[in-house]
Structures are given as structure tokens and as C-alpha cells.
């Protein structure tokens, strides 16, 4: 079993910057990915960004109205994943869900987990 806890929501003001980080506990043996979405009212769930972890080597994704915004990272050894996010708008309210791919056992499978999710206001 693996634990997603969100944290760093809040409201912020149009042009400022917010910090989502997502902790995994449980048992974990290897994270394959780790990935940030976001649901706004009415609106499909969508990808914010999202790292691929391929041995040294992280692929990271973002979606077109983020890029060059928000930055995705990791902290391997605390199995950590955060979301740096500038130049905020109000389109980004929504609220942010942190999933991580998880390898439990060293011949088991990889399965989804995702956190309850932090609200992120982007209102003056």
C-alpha cells in the first residue's frame, strides 16, 4: 500500500509563485513516475507535467499552458515529487492531484496511486 499526501495549496495572486510537493510512504521498492494534474471546476482532469524515471535519467512532460512556467522535480531519496509553479494565472485554479507510478516488490507490478489533491486559488 502506498500513501499520497499533497501539501503547499493555498491562494496566491495573479504573477505569483506557488509550491506543491507530494510525499509517498508505503512500500515502496522503485517509482517509476511521478506526475502532477489538475481539475478545475467543470473541466476534465489534464496533466500538469509529469517525470518519467529511467534509471539516472528523468524524461519530464509538461502541457502547453504551463511550459516555461512550472517545473516538475523530484527528491529520490525522500520519494518526494514537487511542482514549482510561477507566473501564476487564474486559469491555473484547480485543484492539483499528485499521482506516482510504484513498483512495491522487485518482481512486482508497477500500480497507480494518486493523493487526495490541494487546492490552488489564482485570484486577486
Known amino acids: 500500500q502506498v500513501q499520497l499526501v499533497e501539501s503547499g495549496g493555498g491562494l496566491v495572486q495573479p504573477g505569483g509563485s506557488l509550491r506543491l510537493s507530494c510525499a509517498a510512504s508505503?512500500?515502496?521498492?522503485?517509482?517509476?513516475?511521478m506526475a502532477w494534474y489538475r481539475q478545475a471546476p467543470g473541466q476534465q482532469r489534464e496533466l500538469v507535467a509529469r517525470?518519467?524515471?529511467?534509471?539516472?535519467?528523468?524524461?519530464?512532460n509538461y502541457a502547453d499552458s504551463v511550459k516555461g512556467r512550472f517545473t516538475i522535480s523530484r527528491d529520490s531519496a525522500k520519494n518526494t515529487v514537487a511542482l514549482q509553479m510561477n507566473s501564476l494565472k487564474p486559469e491555473d485554479t484547480a485543484v492539483y492531484y499528485c499521482?506516482?507510478?510504484?513498483?512495491?516488490?522487485?518482481?512486482?507490478?508497477?500500480?497507480?496511486?494518486w493523493g487526495q489533491g490541494t487546492q490552488v486559488i489564482v485570484s486577486s
Open positions: 499521482s506516482n507510478h510504484v513498483q512495491s516488490r522487485t518482481w512486482g507490478a508497477v500500480n497507480e496511486y
Open positions: 517525470i518519467i524515471i529511467r534509471g539516472d535519467t528523468n524524461y519530464t
Open positions: 508505503g512500500t515502496i521498492f522503485r517509482i517509476h513516475g
